[in-house]
């Protein structure tokens, strides 16, 4: 393994494409990027062990089969946001900071966060030194996103929000909008609630909804933000019934943050590695093709489209996509 290094705000802007604003900055800086890199021989045996795991034969696919699993896996959060708040014994709830949270309770981070300690940076495999590295470099990636669309935006909505670390996170930069985390798991619902009740900061609303159902009695406000991180990516193919949804109400924006398979470079070997996981796992596929396919129509305008170099051992999983209604 090599020395440590750290990635930079130079080396985000690099990626991300243009020059970062002070906000984004101070944010890189409060996080701790540093990380090893493997030598040759150790990247030949993650590539190894990972075309082993593509091998296996009960890889488990995406689908609408998920939906007790999602339930069951945000129940045990939900469990644990329970115990976390019960825990207290000075009237105020151990999970919930009284100043403005800057980070999200650990109750509510995704248990696959930190699950490898191999991520994936600009095509290479690296180790984090921070369990954290992960996480935060998907939050660098909201930061941008979120510091330039969504400050003085009124409504905004998360799809497919889990337990709502994200909606936290977009509630640092816009502490007035009124904000709606939806899923298809009633958990996630429940967590959001409790998170509400508990800080009257967040105060976030839920809803359930399915991308493969989507309920047109459930009415987005005119001009407001919808976004997604990794959860579109849970439909495969099966996006066409959410987008039509979409186009049918008045949104200004769309962001995703997810796997976009047309980004990624199939003649370039760790890239390919990706995209032969995301097609077992049933993954998101083909969608950036629809949108641009709607855009030649003049339905939409993509206003971006493009890759962030950040993933985890198995996957490049942090594409973004912003488009808008015309
Ligand atoms: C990988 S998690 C991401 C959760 C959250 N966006 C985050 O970043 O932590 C995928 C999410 O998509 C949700 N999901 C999967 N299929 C869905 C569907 N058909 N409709 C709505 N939500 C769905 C799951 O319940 C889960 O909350």
């Not at 644990?80 to 009237?91: P, S, W």
């Not at 629809?290 to 962030?308: D, P, V």
């Not at 490049?316 to 209604?325: N, T």
Request: glycine share 4%; net charge neutral.
């Amino acid at each position: 393994m090599s020395e440590i290094k750290k990635i930079t705000v130079t080396d985000f802007e690099e990626v991300l494409g243009e020059k970062i604003s002070e906000y984004l900055k101070q944010k890189i800086d409060e996080y701790d990027f540093a990380y090893y890199e493997f030598s040759k021989e150790e990247e030949e045996e993650i590539i190894q062990k990972i075309e082993q795991h593509l091998g296996k034969e009960d890889f488990v696919k995406a689908g609408k089969h998920r939906r007790d699993q999602w339930e069951k896996g945000w129940e045990e959060n939900l469990k644990n946001l329970d115990e976390a708040i019960l825990l207290d014994k000075n009237g105020f709830p151990k999970t919930f900071r009284p100043s403005w949270a800057k980070f999200s309770p650990q109750e509510i981070i995704p248990k696959y966060f930190a699950k490898h300690d191999i991520l994936r940076w600009k095509q290479k495999f690296v180790k984090p030194l921070k369990k954290n590295f992960e996480l935060n470099s998907l939050y660098v990636i909201q930061d941008w996103l979120f510091d330039k669309y969504i400050r003085n935006v009124e409504t905004i909505y998360e799809f497919g929000c889990g337990t709502g670390h994200n909606l936290l996170h977009a509630r640092e930069i816009n502490q007035d909008a009124e904000m709606w985390g939806l899923d298809w798991t009633k958990s996630s619902q429940e967590i959001i609630k409790k998170l509400s009740q508990k800080n009257s900061k967040y105060r976030f609303n839920s809803k359930n909804f399915d991308y493969f159902n989507p309920d047109y009695d459930f009415k987005l406000k005119d001009d407001s933000v919808v976004f997604t991180v990794v959860s579109l990516e849970q439909v495969g193919n099966d996006f066409k019934k959410f987008i039509d949804y979409l186009l049918k109400q008045n949104v200004g924006l769309c962001i995703h943050i997810e796997p976009i398979i047309e980004h990624l470079d199939e003649k370039n070997k760790i890239d390919n590695l990706s995209i032969e996981y995301i097609k077992k796992r049933n993954y998101l596929n083909g969608y950036l093709e629809h949108l641009r396919n709607l855009e030649s129509k003049g339905e939409l305008k993509i206003l971006k489209a493009q890759r962030s170099y950040i993933g985890s051992m198995f996957i490049d999983g942090y594409s973004v996509i912003v488009w808008s209604k015309n």
